[in-house]
């Protein structure tokens, strides 16, 4: 892939043989890799054996997650918090795969409205649970270094199912517990 960063490099009128960019090809590529790792991993993978019997029927929520993944249609970052709750119907999950969870969709081409989506399905596929609430808030360098330019605009995207979507006092209680 390293060759793809020269010509990157020589297209937009740089020498990729002056001092500072030598290595640049090499890094790029490596860094490339590392942000899409997630083409490479499965729900299976990530979530293992980690998930447990449990008799609880309250809400399980992990907030402010930190989320780093790249726009689909300009390759520009977007980074921000993810916001997960479920609630059990007889099987809870370690709480660290929730983040391992987001960072296997967000290493890899995305939009915020799919991956969104995607998690929620995710965590319903391995739960089975009574229902799922995901929320993202991301800024998007594809809006603010281009484009429109507003540095201080916010996407946020909500994802629900089951419970959390024809029950509103559970979405409320969910959006009041991690706006908290």
Do not use: W
Not at 45 to 57: I, K, M, R, S, W
Not at 106 to 119: F, K, S
Request: charged share 25%; proline share 4%; with cysteine.
């Amino acid at each position: 892939m390293d060759h793809l960063f020269m010509d990157l490099l020589k297209a937009i009128g740089e020498d990729p043989s002056r001092e500072g960019l030598k290595d640049t090809p090499r890094r790029s590529a490596e860094s490339y890799k590392f942000l899409t790792q997630g083409y490479a991993q499965t729900l299976e993978d990530v979530v293992g054996d980690a998930t447990f019997p449990a008799d609880t029927d309250g809400m399980v929520i992990v907030k402010d997650i930190e989320m780093y993944s790249l726009c689909e249609h300009h390759l520009l970052p977007f980074y921000g918090k993810v916001h997960v709750g479920y609630i059990p119907d007889q099987i809870v999950i370690g709480l660290s795969k929730i983040p391992r969870i987001i960072d296997m969709f967000a290493r890899r081409l995305q939009v915020q409205e799919r991956m969104g989506q995607q998690i929620c399905d995710a965590l319903e596929e391995v739960l089975g649970p009574k229902g799922v609430g995901v929320v993202i808030e991301a800024n998007h360098l594809c809006m603010m270094m281009r484009g429109v330019e507003k540095q201080h605009s916010l996407a946020v995207t909500s994802h629900v199912k089951g419970i959390f979507k024809t029950d509103p006092r559970t979405r409320e209680e969910f959006m009041q517990l991690i706006q908290s």
